[in-house]
């Protein structure tokens, strides 16, 4: 059973920066790619960015490209979220996510975590 943690979420300014990890454990993390999604309040889950297993290839959300930048650390079973310029629709529960598939559907996605709240605002 693989287990993540996500950590880093708070308050922040728009404009501002910050960067979410999630750690794993249990399994075999090279195994599985990982992604980010994100939901807001009466919203559905939203796809932010995937990283593949080795960490060469990555995928972005289109409207997050540019501000946005996923990357993992199989040494440490990590994975993280650089996020800047951040707006306050970018307010949302941000998860963490294992899978074996690279996919932007939550829903091939096997394992998730409990989720890190990020709100943007003035």
């Known amino acids: 059973q693989v287990q993540l943690e996500e950590s880093g979420g708070g308050l922040v300014q728009p404009g501002e920066s910050l960067r979410l990890s999630c750690i794993t454990s249990?399994?075999?993390?090279?195994?599985?790619?990982m992604a980010w999604f994100r939901q807001a309040p009466g919203m559905e889950r939203e796809f932010v960015a995937w990283?593949?297993?080795?960490?060469?290839?990555?995928s972005h959300g289109g409207s997050l490209q540019g501000r946005f930048t996923i990357s993992r650390d199989n040494a440490k079973n990590a994975i993280y979220l650089q996020m800047s310029e951040l707006r306050p629709e970018d307010t949302a529960v941000y998860y963490c996510?294992?899978?074996?598939?690279?996919?932007?559907?939550?829903?091939?996605?096997?394992?998730w975590g409990t989720g890190t709240q990020v709100t943007v605002s003035s």
């Open positions: 249990g399994g075999t993390f090279g195994a599985y790619v």
């Open positions: 990283v593949d297993w080795s960490g060469s290839s990555t």
């Open positions: 996510a294992a899978g074996t598939k690279r996919a932007i559907i939550p829903a091939r996605y096997l394992y």
